[in-house]
């Protein structure tokens, strides 16, 4: 299967900066000495990249694109950009996405773009979806562009990062068999399309009806990098007490019962899923799916098979806990799941330095616990997206 395709800051044939100067140079020379420059270290394709940043203003003053290489095949692509873990503090990034082209009734060439909002102040070095799109780049060069500006109403103004993008292959060759819904919501709900972007009820993605994710993926927090979404209903915090679940895809469970802090678990074995890995390559392979947090009135058992959208149980709390009620749902691409269904990133280094935070050694501690999860987990979110149809 294809992988991602990538233009970098420093491509000097698809990556570009305009100055909003009006043609005036000296105008054009201050904007350009604004920026600072970085190198960031990707931790899941392991390179490192050049990350440029400036200010936000209430007026734009500069004008970023990367274009998509116009020899890259026709299809469907999840468009994402890298934002790096320093430096990238605007609660507003703005983006626009070419995706197709018409003409309008003087036959001029109109383009259509997608707007797209990234909130980067909680984003730590991981790529962000933009969206998905259709995209034919043969059509115009313009197709598949994605163009970022500086421009925010952000008062004190704040930094924003402009790291590289990818265009990320989302293959449907799927059918009913090898289709996942998300494990949440009524029936109609979870047949409707899934979210094609980071869908934002207040600042959580939405995923199906009113089913927000309150934690998402590799969002760091006193227990590590978050290795999946925590699915909420919005309101009380019983508001998901006793809401059923149901797997996201046809499969064999492999683990369900109690599994200590997590209280009651289930994990299921899909045999063949589209998986999108850390690095961008795109392959078809087997996943495991897990439903953390469910309650004592499990619905499965190891062993037995499944089919999409079965009910296998329903919303409880963590062991010990007297509220807080909702479903931690992760993918594994790995078969850590299956050797160890109640599996967690080692947290041992930064609770040793947890009284140096900012030091070399806290953040080298973390970034060990980030890697770990991105050896083993995937956005599930995306996941479904790649999945669903």
């Known amino acids: 299967m294809p ?22 140079p000296a105008r054009k020379s201050l904007l350009a000495s604004q920026w600072q420059f970085f190198s960031r270290l990707d931790p899941s394709t392991r390179e490192t990249y050049k990350i440029l940043v400036r200010n936000t203003n209430p007026i734009s003053e500069v004008i970023v694109d990367h274009l998509m290489p116009p020899a890259s095949p026709e299809g469907r692509y999840r468009v994402e950009t890298f934002v790096p873990g320093k430096h990238a503090t605007t609660r507003k990034a703005i983006f626009t996405i070419t995706h197709n082209l018409r003409p309008d009734e003087q036959g001029r060439t109109q383009f259509e773009e997608m707007l797209a909002l990234v909130d980067m102040e909680m984003l730590i070095d991981v790529w962000v979806s933009l969206g998905i799109f259709y995209l034919d780049p043969s059509r115009h060069a313009d197709i598949g562009r994605v163009r970022q500006y500086d421009l925010s109403r952000e008062d004190p103004p704040r930094e924003i990062s402009f790291g590289p993008v990818r265009w990320v292959p989302v293959v449907s060759n799927f059918s009913n068999e090898t289709r996942f819904d998300a494990p949440v919501g009524t029936p109609e709900e979870r047949e409707m399309p899934f979210p094609s972007g980071r869908v934002m009820w207040g600042s959580y993605p939405v995923w199906v009806g009113e089913w927000l994710d309150g934690n998402p993926f590799l969002t760091w927090y006193s227990y590590g990098y978050h290795t999946g979404a925590d699915l909420n209903l919005p309101g009380v915090s019983s508001a998901d007490k006793g809401k059923p679940v149901y797997a996201i895809g046809n499969g064999l469970v492999t683990y369900a019962g109690s599994a200590g802090s997590w209280g009651n678990i289930i994990v299921i074995e899909h045999p063949d899923a589209s998986v999108t890995r850390p690095d961008g390559q795109v392959v078809r392979q087997q996943v495991y799916s897990r439903y953390g947090h469910v309650d004592e009135h499990i619905l499965v058992r190891a062993g037995q098979t499944v089919e999409r959208g079965q009910n296998i149980g329903f919303i409880g709390l963590a062991a010990g806990n007297t509220s807080g009620w909702h479903l931690h749902f992760d993918i594994s691409y790995t078969d850590v799941l299956k050797k160890r269904p109640a599996h967690w990133p080692d947290m041992t280094a930064v609770n040793a330095v ?17 890697r770990q999860v991105i050896d083993h987990y995937l956005d599930p979110m995306r996941f479904i997206q790649d999945n669903h149809g």
Request: hydrophobic residues 30%; negative net charge.
């Open 354 to 370: 947890r009284g140096s935070r900012g030091s070399h050694a806290y953040e080298s501690a973390r970034a060990s616990v980030m």
């Open 3 to 24: 992988d991602a395709i990538y233009t970098l800051n420093d491509d000097p044939e698809f990556f570009s900066i305009r100055y909003l100067d009006h043609g005036d």
